[in-house]
């Protein structure tokens, strides 16, 4: 009966250092786990914010439709321009009183155009699959709108690009992901998005912090 008796203790003291081995080990790799897919999901948030910012640039507004964003990188093209200063005669002010006047003005050069998608992405063609989730196991994309933001009267062009942390972290323990998702800290990635640009909100950063990169 005392060997029987031992054996028991035995099992329990084995099977509760395996509980508290796994509660040290099983965050640890989490976390490994979770940095590596985060650094891979901002790194197209930061592609998508490029070419939304281009977007704005040259139309005025930024995109909500993915096929449309990419056919606008495939054909697009900055205009190159020039600010020089320069004066002019007044010829109202002139008219008026009969006396010669020189006023200041800027003008506006056009020097050429260049390709966006050489400018932003030089030769790749990731940005045809910036909206794909780059995590493996999982098919989805990133969610993403536009519209605009009314302030003051002026409508603002906003857009947002995210995904979910539970969609880039699918396969890993429920309760870490729900901690995770709940976590508030200037070293991680708040709330349970990984998000750039804000749909309520004028911005264009991203919620990351400054580990995987400048999120402005």
Same mark, same amino acid.
């Given at each position: 009966?005392?060997? !029987? ?9 084995? %099977?509760? #250092?395996?509980? !508290? ?25 930061? &592609?998508?914010? &490029?070419? =939304? ?25 900055? +205009?190159? +321009?020039?600010?020089?200063?320069? +004066? ?14 020189r ?8 020097? #050429?155009?260049?390709?966006v ?24 994309? %990133?969610?993403?709108?536009? #519209? +605009? ?8 062009p ?21 901690? =995770? ?11 349970? %998005? ?6 309520? =909100?004028?911005?264009?950063? #991203? ?8 999120? =402005?």
């Amino acid at each position: 009966m005392k060997l !029987v008796i031992q054996l028991v203790l035995w099992i329990v003291i084995i %099977f509760l #250092g395996y509980l !508290v081995f796994n509660s040290i080990y099983e965050p640890i790799q989490f976390n490994k786990v979770k940095e590596a897919r985060y650094a891979k999901v901002i790194e197209n948030l930061k &592609d998508i914010r &490029d070419a =939304e910012l281009a977007h704005r640039t040259v139309t005025g507004k930024f995109e909500g439709d993915w096929d449309n964003l990419v056919k606008f990188i495939d054909t697009a093209q900055f +205009t190159l +321009t020039q600010r020089r200063d320069t +004066t002019v005669m007044d010829e109202e002010y002139r008219k008026t009183y009969g006396v010669d006047r020189r006023v200041e003005i800027v003008v506006i050069d056009t020097l #050429g155009y260049k390709s966006v998608k050489d400018s932003l992405f030089k030769g790749s063609n990731r940005y045809k699959t910036m909206m794909n989730v780059p995590v493996k196991g999982v098919d989805a994309k %990133f969610q993403l709108d536009a #519209g +605009t933001l009314d302030k003051s009267g002026n409508k603002i062009p906003v857009f947002e690009a995210k995904v979910a942390k539970e969609v880039i972290l699918h396969d890993q323990n429920k309760d870490l992901i729900n901690q =995770e998702e709940e976590v508030v800290s200037v070293d991680n990635v708040n709330g349970p %998005f990984i998000s750039v640009g804000s749909m309520e =909100e004028i911005k264009t950063s #991203g919620n990351w912090p400054l580990k995987y990169g400048d999120a =402005e």
